[in-house]
């Protein structure tokens, strides 16, 4: 098993930048694959990047390519998510997840059964 907390979450104007973190404990972290997923009030949880075990991998979806950046560091045992050019659609809570599906880069939610507590990012406009 693995648990996962995430950070970095914050309020930030239009433009700007953050990078969340996601801090993992358990064994084996180099060999999960790991995702970012966003939920906005009232709508489903989405896949906002993810990054294959071996790490050369990785998956962005449509609205955050060449905005969002995702990345690992297997001796600190974490998963970051750089996120620039932010705006107001951005605006959710954000949850880090860890699979130990290992065929293809994983995107979908039930392919995930670890996941972070969320942080919340809101982008003012």
């Known amino acids: 098993q693995v648990q996962l907390v995430e950070s970095g979450g914050g309020l930030v104007q239009a433009g700007g930048s953050l990078r969340l973190s996601c801090a993992a404990s358990g064994r084996a972290f180099s060999s999960y694959s790991l995702g970012w997923f966003r939920q906005a009030p009232g709508k489903e949880r989405d896949i906002v990047a993810a990054?294959?075990?071996?790490?050369?991998?990785?998956y962005y979806a449509d609205s955050v390519k060449g905005r969002f950046t995702i990345s690992r560091d297997n001796a600190k045992n974490t998963v970051y998510l750089q996120m620039n050019s932010l705006n107001a659609e951005d605006t959710a809570v954000y949850y880090c997840?860890?699979?130990?599906?290992?065929?293809?880069?994983?995107?979908?939610?039930?392919?995930?059964?670890?996941w972070g507590q969320g942080t919340q990012v809101t982008v003012s406009s």
């Open positions: 997840a860890a699979s130990t599906w290992r065929a293809s880069t994983p995107i979908l939610v039930r392919a995930y059964p670890y």
């Open positions: 990054i294959r075990w071996e790490g050369t991998n990785t």
